[in-house]
């Protein structure tokens, strides 16, 4: 199969990560998460609070984001510090053209495809990705399941701030791309949603 690229857009909650990781595994290709990059990005600027940096230097080396040479654990990138910096950052024009700038050089230096997931993969980033996805479910049910994964520290009442900030952003709001299968897993199992993901876009 030819090199390909498969998009996976939506809102915080929706499993996106948990479902790009299980699709890569399945279709035998990379994933990333572009979310990966600002909170890189956040956790820089965060340390490096007095310094005026004029350009940052974004590498994606095997999955891992390196800011100006410098990487972070998970554990580090999930902090709440660092979430409400990356929601912020987000917003800035140089910000996000320089995300879109490594990520498409990420992609250029892969042998295989790439699944990858965040918010204007499919809408802006990867344009003319073969696959586009856009997830979506109520804001009660994605507000547990962050909940769930952030131990308490992301409510629903953040996701439902977050929502309001990133659809009503001026630069790459979150949208449905064009041409991308839409499905709401409100009601679906992580396996439910990735078999319906196979069976629509004939994956296998």
Same mark, same amino acid.
């Given at each position: 199969?030819?090199?390909?690229?498969?998009? !996976?857009? *939506?809102?915080?909650?929706?499993?996106?990560?948990?479902?790009? /990781?299980?699709?890569?595994? !399945?279709?035998? $290709?990379?994933?990333?998460?572009? *979310?990966?990059?600002?909170?890189?990005?956040?956790?820089?600027?965060?340390k490096n609070i007095d310094e005026d940096y004029?350009?940052?230097?974004?590498?994606?080396?095997?999955?891992? $984001?390196?800011?100006?040479?410098?990487? %972070?654990?998970?554990?580090?990138?999930?902090?709440?510090?660092?979430?409400?910096?990356?929601?912020?950052?987000?917003?800035?024009?140089? !910000?996000?053209? %320089?995300?879109?700038?490594?990520?498409?050089?990420?992609?250029?230096?892969?042998?295989?495809?790439?699944?990858?997931?965040?918010?204007?993969?499919?809408?802006?980033?990867?344009?003319?990705?073969?696959?586009?996805? %856009?997830?979506?479910?109520?804001?009660?049910?994605?507000?547990?399941?962050? &909940?769930?994964?952030? /131990?308490?520290?992301?409510?629903?009442?953040?996701?439902?701030?977050?929502?309001?900030?990133?659809?009503?952003?001026?630069?790459?709001?979150? /949208?449905?791309?064009?041409?991308?299968?839409?499905?709401?897993?409100?009601?679906?199992?992580?396996? &439910?949603?990735?078999?319906?993901?196979?069976?629509?876009?004939?994956?296998?």
């Open positions: 199969m030819e090199k390909f690229i498969l998009t !996976i857009d *939506g809102p915080s909650g929706v499993g996106k990560t948990s479902i790009g /990781k299980h699709l890569a595994d !399945i279709l035998k $290709c990379n994933f990333f998460s572009s *979310g990966n990059v600002y909170r890189s990005l956040a956790m820089f600027i965060n004029g350009k940052y230097d974004i590498e994606i080396l095997d999955g891992i $984001c390196y800011v100006n040479r410098e990487t %972070y654990s998970s554990e580090d990138l999930y902090s709440n510090e660092v979430t409400i910096t990356s929601s912020k950052i987000a917003k800035e024009e140089k !910000i996000r053209n %320089y995300v879109k700038e490594s990520l498409l050089k990420y992609y250029q230096s892969l042998d295989k495809s790439l699944v990858i997931e965040g918010r204007d993969m499919g809408s802006v980033v990867f344009q003319n990705a073969k696959y586009k996805i %856009y997830l979506d479910a109520d804001l009660i049910t994605r507000g547990k399941r962050r &909940e769930d994964q952030s /131990k308490m520290n992301e409510t629903v009442s953040d996701l439902k701030k977050r929502d309001l900030e990133d659809s009503n952003r001026l630069i790459s709001p979150l /949208k449905v791309p064009d041409g991308a299968l839409v499905i709401n897993n409100t009601d679906l199992t992580l396996q &439910e949603t990735i078999n319906l993901i196979i069976e629509k876009l004939r994956l296998q």
